[in-house]
């Protein structure tokens, strides 16, 4: 089966630095990668999604991207800042149609004022 | 409008007793998650329903859970007898399916406490 591993240590950085978090999978190749926000006590909150053909996605400031031959997506956030604390997760779905979405255990970002 | 609802917010059970948990997926998305969440973990997969039917319930952890979507809209998360072991947040999420992507909206979730 499919394992999406992020780092589980919390992410501490410096208000304005950029934080990149990582998402890395084994086995199968995903149709499509999602970045998704969750602030405790909350669902999750979808942030970007990035196909299996393309490299880079980019929204405000946030920047995704996606490496097939490594098996990896990072996740950018330029300008952090504290408005950005929050847990980030990653999902993905098989190729194939109609196949469950994965989530990863996430990431806790905290930025620093 | 009105995004995903989840019914109730919160509930507290005996061990050995059934518990529903309702969600309310937004008009007219046609694929429905549930999902499993521990403290400091991700969403764990439990079912996926594509209208009424359940494409994939391999999530589900025994018998004990069951889930229905009776009109492909509203859906309900049964659990018998419930174990200690069950307590977490119970999230749900709906999808358009556009473009043969889930893109899920979530709902705040159920936090079911089992004593």
């Known amino acids: 089966s499919q394992k999406i591993e992020q780092n589980s240590e919390a992410l501490n950085i410096q208000e304005g630095k950029t934080a990149t978090l990582t998402c890395n999978y084994t086995?199968?190749?995903?149709?499509?990668l999602q970045w998704y926000r969750q602030d405790p006590g909350r669902g999750p909150v979808f942030l970007l999604l990035?196909?299996?053909?393309?490299k880079e996605k980019r929204k405000e400031r946030l920047k995704v991207t996606f490496d097939t031959t490594l098996k990896q997506s990072l996740f950018h956030i330029t300008a952090s800042q504290p408005a950005d604390s929050a847990t980030y997760l990653c999902a993905l779905e098989r190729s194939g149609g109609y196949q469950k979405v994965t989530f990863g255990t996430g990431t806790k970002l905290q930025v620093i004022p | 409008g009105a995004g995903v609802s989840q019914t109730p917010s919160n509930k507290v059970t005996e061990k050995g007793k059934y518990v529903e948990l309702r969600c309310d997926p937004i008009s007219g998305h046609t694929a429905l998650y549930w999902y499993r969440q521990s403290l400091g973990q991700g969403p764990e997969f439990l079912i996926y329903f594509q209208g009424t039917g359940a494409a994939d319930d391999s999530g589900l952890p025994n018998d004990r859970f069951f889930a229905v979507r009776p009109e492909g809209s509203v859906s309900t998360l049964k659990i018998q007898r419930t174990e200690r072991g069950d307590s977490a947040v119970y999230l749900c999420?709906?999808?358009?399916?556009?473009?043969?992507?889930?893109?899920?909206?979530f709902g705040p979730g159920t936090r079911l406490t089992v004593l």
């Open positions: 999420a709906s999808s358009p399916r556009e473009a043969g992507v889930d893109t899920q909206y």
């Open positions: 086995n199968y190749s995903p149709a499509y």
């Open positions: 990035i196909r299996e053909n393309e």
